[in-house]
């Protein structure tokens, strides 16, 4: 079976090609930064697999998704590339592909986003483009998946030849390249082909060909290395840059004739909108009423309303046609309570909120693939340069609203390693998906007129806290050299119809998932010590494991406006994944038939209720999201600290909003 790579910029459609070419579903967003590393699919007709890489600008890796990149080029084995190139962008996105032409692998052109170019008045001859770099090229559109089996067929083929691209450079480079292919000649396993592009990549300080030949070459073999390098810097030619003159100069000549522009002096319409959404006064309102018109649709007009019809589906039609089933083949007791009061009100208690959840990603989907979601990072740029950051730390942090786990992961864009662990630190304060039931619980219960802008005032607070940590982490321990934001701002597009619902589905799929993992055995836990005390089983709640956990964590809650012994055992399991906190107080406080709603209203004033919707934000990180930090931090130290900080933060501002609110309620 063949395997090829599937290589472009940020947001040059990869991913979506990646999806119509393999028919897997994988996270697509209109922004930079969505791919975060190597993802595999089998491509359709059997023909082999497809890896997409993250996108990247440049084969010189300055960031660790950058460098997944290179070490795939170098240390993996592939039969073909399939580069995609943005046809509206054409120039800088050939500066890629013309290194890994250079490379020598046997490639293909996807030219995607054919139909944007033309509505810009940029018209491209890609046949002519084919002949003059020898190279197949197809032209594509990613999104719609027209041209896929165009592609599909290509590859089938495997009429794909490796031609490498020979770029003649300043005659002292040249012979520095010569002489480093030589010096590696039989010592290296890559095939000769690579040996030039080795050589170059070397001179222009490549740290992952620095590694490869370190592991590769022998200490005589790289002192030679080092004196031709040593030579050619003494010669006072700036190496990175003659080299990316020649490459100019190159791409100035492939692109006469190629290129034609018909509406040189019209403004387009991205760049008309762009100057309202993105105004540095007007940019961050309208970007909060955006949020807040989400959220009024959410928990108000549409989500809301699902969600109680769903309610009482599960709480009665449901839970009765359980127990009648039940009772009629007389199963025990112990296990009709385990299955009603454990499994179905926990777990129920969590799918109730699963309408909410789909439309909340709906809307996050739209944002994204619209484009307007690169504007955020653009729009907060200004903001993060304040707070010793940037706006390329802020694009983790939105994909953090889907879930940390990812956001965390998408870290890896970042280029400076300070910036990079103060963003892994700060992300989990993002409000994931798992704390909306908690939210839309409480918020339905003591602020129903209002559950929009209370949702959405916790979702800045996360930011803020988020901004304040990562001024004082970058000002103390983790104090960073200053850098640039630079991010390509999509154009603004219309969602596909087809995008938008395998993007909410499959975000909601993984929700439902979760409550069928550790909700569920998050839930029978719960019941199995809210069922059981030192005395035995079938205790009464208050003198049950559970209860005596719970009431050795109420004393330390007090001063945060929730002291019962129910609050606090529920924050335990929240560290399993934050859904399981609604799961266990619909256990909890509906034993002896209580309604949740009203044990809740009894239990909570809409001030402490507020109190602890903030501490089940900023709290610990769950257990998947600690996993993704010590993957990405490959520290203990970090990750414990990550664990551990939070918590103090979080008890400290649920006090001081219960505290202060008690002087003026």
């Known amino acids: 079976m063949l395997n090829y790579c599937l290589i472009g910029n940020p947001n040059v459609g990869k991913t979506s090609l990646f999806n119509a070419l393999t028919g897997n579903y994988e996270y697509v967003g209109n922004w930079s930064g969505v791919t975060v590393e190597k993802k595999v699919g089998n491509l359709k007709q059997n023909i082999g697999t497809m890896v997409d890489l993250p996108g990247i600008y440049d084969l010189l890796p300055i960031s660790k998704d950058e460098t997944v990149v290179t070490n795939f080029l170098i240390h993996d084995q592939f039969d073909g590339v399939l580069n995609i190139v943005d046809a509206a962008q054409i120039k800088r996105n050939l500066l890629l592909t013309i290194q890994m032409l250079e490379y020598g692998a046997p490639m293909i052109i996807g030219l995607n986003m054919m139909d944007v170019a033309l509505n810009r008045g940029i018209k491209v001859d890609y046949q002519l483009l084919m002949r003059k770099l020898k190279t197949p090229i197809l032209p594509i559109i ?66 992952a060909v620095i590694d490869y030949f370190n592991q590769q070459l022998s200490n005589e073999d790289l002192n030679v290395l080092n004196q031709i390098k040593t030579e050619l810097v ?42 309202l959404l993105t105004h540095r006064i007007f940019g961050i309102p309208i970007f909060l009423f955006v949020m807040w018109l989400i959220f009024q649709t959410t928990f108000t007009w549409i989500g809301t309303p699902l969600s109680d019809m769903l309610d009482g589906f599960i709480g009665g039609t449901v839970t009765d046609f359980t127990k009648s089933i039940m009772q009629q083949v007389h199963v025990m007791p112990f296990l009709q309570d385990l299955i009603t009061d454990g499994i179905i009100a926990g777990v129920g208690g969590v799918l109730v909120f699963v309408p909410q959840i789909l439309v909340l990603f709906f809307f996050i989907s739209l944002l994204e693939d619209s484009g307007y979601m690169a504007r955020i990072a653009v729009i907060m740029d200004r903001v993060m340069e304040v707070f010793g950051l940037n706006g390329k730390s802020f694009i983790p942090m939105i994909i953090g609203f889907g879930c940390n786990v990812p956001g965390i992961m998408a870290a890896r864009s970042i280029e400076e390693e300070k910036e990079r662990m103060t963003t892994i630190l700060i992300a989990p304060f993002m409000s994931c998906s798992a704390r909306l039931p908690v939210y839309a619980l409480f918020a339905g219960v003591f602020f129903k007129e209002n559950q929009a802008t209370i949702v959405l005032s916790l979702y800045v607070i996360g930011i803020v806290v988020a901004l304040i940590v990562s001024y004082i982490l970058s000002k103390t321990i983790l104090k ?186």
């Open 234 to 275: 003494q010669s006072d030619i700036n190496i990175k840059q003659s080299i990316q003159n020649s490459r100019n100069s190159y791409l100035d000549t492939l692109l006469s004739g190629v290129v034609t522009y018909t509406k040189e002096n019209q403004t387009p319409l991205t760049d008309k909108v762009d100057k």
């Open 142 to 207: 990613a999104r719609s998946g027209k041209g896929t089996n165009e592609v599909l067929d290509a590859l089938k083929s495997h009429d794909i030849k490796a031609r490498p691209l020979i770029i003649r450079y300043d005659q002292v480079i040249e012979s520095s390249i010569e002489r480093i292919s030589k010096t590696i000649q039989n010592k290296v396993r890559l095939n000769p082909i690579h040996f030039r592009f080795l050589s170059i990549q070397y001179l222009l300080d490549n740290k």
């Open 480 to 665: 960073n050299d200053s850098s640039v934001f630079i991010v390509e701002l999509p154009p603004y597009r219309l969602p596909a119809v087809k995008t938008l619902w395998r993007s909410t589905w499959e975000k909601g799929k993984g929700f439902v998932k979760k409550a069928g993992t550790f909700i569920f055995g998050g839930s029978v836990v719960i019941w199995l010590l809210n069922y059981a005390g030192p005395g035995g089983f079938g205790v009464d709640i208050d003198h049950s494991f559970l209860s005596i956990i719970g009431g050795v964590i109420a004393p330390l809650l007090l001063p945060l406006g929730f002291s019962s012994w129910q609050a606090g055992a529920t924050l335990i399991p929240g560290f399993l994944a934050k859904e399981v906190v609604v799961s266990a107080m619909a256990i909890i406080y509906a034993v002896d038939d209580n309604a949740l709603i009203h044990t809740i209203r009894e239990q909570f004033t809409p001030l402490s209720a507020y109190s602890f919707m903030l501490f089940i934000l900023l709290y610990i990180p769950c257990l998947s999201t600690v996993a993704a930090i010590r993957k990405e931090t490959t520290s203990w130290k970090w990750t414990i600290f990550a664990m551990t900080y939070p918590i103090a933060i979080a008890y400290l501002l649920s006090m001081l909003v219960y505290q202060i609110g008690q002087q003026f309620i």
